[in-house]
């Protein structure tokens, strides 16, 4: 009996924490994307999205007060990019037109005496591979076209001064010979 007790003992004083990974979000390039997470405080404090990319320091990418609408971008994320907005308790972060460079862990955080974090999810943004060749089929068109406008003007040019060439040599009697004077 007190092998059991010694047990029950051990077990309420050790907590055991389980540790997943967060979930992966997989998106392409240009679509929207909203993240969420449940506002915990008891009382009125700040609350927060984040990012952080491949283990670097994380970026705190807006923030606001939980009673209040004002939100504040921080570390030169942009409004028209990321948008955070709060109802019934969720806190939302709106990530328009997604790109490449928004791949990252991405989380929640709020204070009112203590930080917490909650939320975690890993970001991951797909190119889009179809437009990237659209727009590096279209450079190289454009690349091409001017090499061959270049190279047409230059046979122009070329055939110009043939042309000219001709014409004096025409004009001229091989059996004269002509001197420039003053």
Request: hydrophobic share 45%; with cysteine.
């Amino acid at each position: 009996w007190s092998l059991f007790a010694a047990m029950v003992v051990i077990l309420y004083l050790t907590h055991v924490v389980s540790v997943s990974p967060p979930p992966l979000m997989e998106v392409h390039s240009g679509e929207n994307v909203t993240l969420q997470c449940i506002n915990v405080l008891k009382k009125h404090g700040q609350v927060g999205w984040f990012k952080q990319v491949n283990s670097t320091e994380p970026l705190c990418i807006t923030s606001m007060w939980s009673s209040l609408p004002a939100v504040h971008h921080q570390n030169g994320f942009q409004v028209k990019h990321m948008k955070m907005f709060m109802t019934n308790g969720t806190i939302f972060l709106k990530i328009t037109e997604v790109d490449v460079a928004d791949s990252g862990l991405y989380f929640c955080g709020m204070s009112d005496n203590y930080f917490i974090f909650t939320n975690a999810t890993v970001l991951k943004v797909q190119g889009n591979l179809f437009n990237k060749l659209s727009a590096m089929t279209l450079n190289a068109q454009t690349f091409i076209l001017g090499k061959c406008y270049l190279f047409s003007e230059i046979i122009l040019k070329i055939q110009t001064i043939q042309e000219q060439e001709r014409r004096r040599e025409k004009d001229l009697d091989p059996h004269v010979l002509y001197a420039v004077t003053r």
